[in-house]
């Protein structure tokens, strides 16, 4: 057979049909019926196809084992979130994008222990329960945390300047499956522009901008993980989001509080921050 446009897709396909699992073959059929679709439809160049190649190789060489460029372009092109939302649980928590700052283990620490390790102006108290779909409160469930520091940066974008580990912890629910930690409000920040994504995004005219949020990771035994953010309400670019992944149920108020008391037994300087939230976790269907 000719290898021409009329056949070419044809051609591919049946290249991959003894392909033993039957997902990846399902995987593999619908790509090149997609990925030769797109290339009829914009027919480019000879020169632009190099381009593109050549863009996804910058991509990958800026990948390092702090920074995840492929992450990254997964998210300014809303595949991250259209993944999320496919995959997503109705009776739980929404989930938003990983994020391409979820490259190192954040440290253990122990519930009202503080997250920031530098001692920045807005101190903030964050807490809440984790329960299952079903209402029960899970003790000993495990909450992954990391955020951005108050000027927007992350401590592996920093190193030398934020100590490793700063913005970063990870938590156990007491026996009634509440947690606690304290941190800072974090700020809005763009996403790295330094790399092929953030030239991409210049080429078409967008901002890198993210609204303030924390990240967490929530996992417990008969569950199914959740990964999401908390978003700071107020904060600039909730409706412009770079990577798409505001949902209006995860925006929460981080009310500021004069409360000398609360300051006091929480170890944090009166005005501070807080905010509380709960995270419902879908039961693993056996």
């Not at 593999?28 to 996804?56: C, M, N, Y």
């Not at 997250?115 to 984790?130: H, M, N, R, T, Y």
């Not at 992954?144 to 592996?156: I, R, S």
Request: charged share 20%; hydrophobic share 35%.
């Amino acid at each position: 057979m000719d290898f021409n446009e009329h056949t070419a897709t044809r051609a591919v396909q049946e290249s991959f049909r003894d392909t033993p699992d039957p997902r990846l073959r399902e995987l593999l059929d619908a790509l090149t019926r997609h990925l030769h679709a797109f290339v009829g439809e914009v027919r480019p160049s000879i020169g632009e196809w190099e381009q593109a190649i050549k863009f996804l190789t910058a991509v990958g060489q800026t990948c390092t084992d702090t920074r995840q460029e492929f992450v990254l372009l997964s998210d300014v092109m809303g595949v991250s979130m259209l993944v999320e939302t496919l995959n997503e649980h109705e009776d739980g928590t929404e989930g938003t994008v990983l994020g391409p700052f979820h490259m190192v283990e954040s440290p253990p620490r122990a519930l009202g222990d503080s997250i920031d390790l530098i001692g920045e102006a807005q101190p903030c108290l964050v807490a809440g329960s984790v329960l299952s779909s079903d209402g029960n409160l899970l003790p000993d469930a495990e909450v992954d945390v990391w955020q951005c520091n108050e000027k927007g940066f992350y401590d592996v974008q920093q190193p030398g300047v934020q100590p490793s580990g700063n913005g970063r912890g990870l938590f156990h629910t007491d026996s009634a499956g509440r947690f606690r930690f304290r941190t800072v409000l974090p700020s809005h920040y763009p996403i790295p522009t330094d790399g092929p994504v953030g030239r991409l995004l210049t080429a078409a005219g967008r901002h890198p901008y993210r609204p303030a949020h924390i990240h967490f990771i929530v996992q417990a035994e008969g569950h199914t993980p959740l990964t999401t953010h908390v978003f700071v309400a107020g904060s600039p670019y909730l409706d412009s989001d770079a990577v798409f992944a505001v949902k209006q149920s995860l925006i929460c108020d981080f009310t500021e509080s004069n409360d000398a008391e609360t300051a006091a037994r929480n170890g944090v300087q009166a005005p501070f921050r807080h905010a509380e939230f709960d995270f419902i976790l879908s039961r693993k269907l056996t």
